[in-house]
């Protein structure tokens, strides 16, 4: 009986659950500049850096690494080679 592979997943959070997680968690680090600068002025300014916190979590490009080339000689270069030395020889 053949075995089945599944699939692992993998724990991802959306881009709203990941804004509101780390707003929550500016929020309760901060109290005392939310009473300072006053509740809306914070609120804005929260969410301003949430999103930008948020901006750098998106995957890099991978790469593509060029596959090397094999040079070939082509087959005109290999009789020149040939009948040069054949005159070589012949000459000696």
């Known amino acids: 009986m ?7 997943k993998k724990d991802t959070k959306s881009k709203d659950a990941l804004l509101q997680e780390i707003a929550g968690k500016l929020t309760a680090a901060l109290p005392e500049l939310k ?10 300014r929260i969410k301003k850096v949430s999103k930008l916190l948020i901006a750098g979590t998106k995957k890099a490009p ?7 080339v094999k040079k070939v000689i ?19």
């Open 35 to 44: 009473e300072k600068i006053g509740v809306k002025k914070f609120d804005k």
């Open 74 to 92: 082509p087959a005109v270069k290999k009789a020149v080679k040939i009948a040069v030395k054949k005159a070589r020889g012949i000459s000696k």
């Open 62 to 68: 991978v790469k593509k690494v060029p596959a090397k």
């Open 2 to 8: 053949p075995t089945k592979k599944i699939a692992v």
